[in-house]
């Protein structure tokens, strides 16, 4: 895998075309951070048969990840969010929403803007406004209702970013919280929740667009209560998966392949700063997380994230699914920016995006 970004011109190579799900052979060009050129060209006769393709795919983007190489984005500063970009695009992921987690409300607020001063696209707020029955990797004492003051603070924060927030619909408030989030440009995500399915729908009609990391951190689906999976599964909105092996059941994932249309699938990675580093101890949020083998628990036992990469949950994602390459490819990067509404600066490859390619193997 090797990244392009900023300047580059590439010539002769095979380019994925998100609207036609095709790789078609041509040249790209960017400049300043901008795709400036992109042109098709006929095949040459008796060639690209025998000789190694070179796949020039959109840069993943990462709506849900919460740091990486030591760092959480919780509490983390200004220049260390700078420093993680380029971690992040070292990997592979040029694009990506820093994912704040449960902190005290002064720390996740100023974490936000650290994050628009960073330089970010959009920042995702996962966090407070969870039901503590299903907390998972979030601290009971960092929770609270949905509240609008707490909501505009947070807006403030952003600016101009693109926010996208994570939270219980159930929860007292909830409808208030989502129906005012929406009319302030935000997207609402329904996840860390207790809701039954037909709360779940409510909460649909009220602006709720996504599910956070599918399955986990909500009840277990059962055929006469199905709760908020069978509504995330049976609706159009989208659904977040975690391709990391453990997350997830690899036939899990086949099974919502087989269910959810292809557009609708978004994958993440849930990273957490152990990311990119050995085994040991970190933390995410407000809680002390433990890698061993690569896998993250709290104290408690409890899954708290991932030390996945996007591209490796692209991978995982045709390994665990059978999903097809151009499959893997939206559900990474057309996807993730539809649902944060990012689409029309990246997560494609097209004149006047921003300039986020990689070469796969």
Do not use: Q
Not at 103 to 114: Q, T
Not at 271 to 293: F, H, K, Q, W
């Amino acid at each position: 895998m090797k990244v392009y970004k900023n300047n580059f011109n590439l010539e002769g190579v095979y380019i994925y075309d998100t609207p036609s799900r095709m790789f078609w052979r041509g040249n790209i060009k960017a400049e300043d951070g901008v795709i400036t050129h992109i042109k098709f060209i006929p095949a040459e006769s008796g060639s690209g048969e025998t000789e190694k393709r070179r796949l020039i795919i959109p840069a993943p983007v990462d709506v849900h990840t919460h740091g990486r190489n030591g760092i959480d984005f919780a509490g983390a500063t200004v220049e260390e969010m700078r420093k993680l970009r380029e971690d992040y695009a070292a990997a592979g992921t040029l694009t990506l929403l820093p994912s704040i987690a449960s902190a005290p409300l002064d720390v996740m607020v100023e974490s936000v803007r650290a994050v628009r001063e960073a330089g970010y696209l959009g920042v995702h707020i996962e966090g407070r406004w969870l039901n503590e029955t299903r907390k998972g990797a979030h601290s009971p004492k960092m929770l609270a209702v949905p509240s609008i003051e707490e909501l505009e603070r947070f807006l403030d924060a952003a600016g101009d970013l693109k926010v996208h927030i994570t939270m219980a619909p159930e929860l007292e408030g909830g409808e208030e919280f989502i129906r005012a989030a929406v009319r302030a440009g935000a997207t609402v995500a329904a996840g860390h929740t207790n809701m039954t399915v037909e709360e779940a729908y409510k909460a649909l009609a009220w602006g709720v667009t996504a599910f956070t990391h599918t399955f986990n951190a909500m009840p277990p689906l059962h055929h006469r209560t199905p709760g908020a999976i069978a509504a995330a599964l049976c609706s159009d909105a989208y659904t977040e998966l975690i391709c990391d092996g453990v997350h997830l059941h690899p036939e899990t994932v086949k099974l919502v392949s087989k269910i959810k249309s292809r557009d609708k699938v978004v994958l993440v990675t849930d990273s957490m700063a152990a990311t990119g580093y050995p085994d040991g101890v970190y933390s995410l949020g407000a809680l002390r997380v433990t890698v061993t083998g690569g896998r993250a628990l709290t104290d408690d036992g409890t899954i708290a994230g991932s030390t996945l990469s996007l591209y490796e949950g692209m991978i995982n994602y045709m390994k665990f699914a059978g999903a097809s390459l151009e499959d893997a490819i939206d559900a990474a990067t057309i996807n993730p920016a539809r649902m944060v509404g990012l689409d029309d600066k990246v997560g494609s490859l097209e004149v006047g995006k921003l300039a986020a390619a990689i070469e796969i193997d």
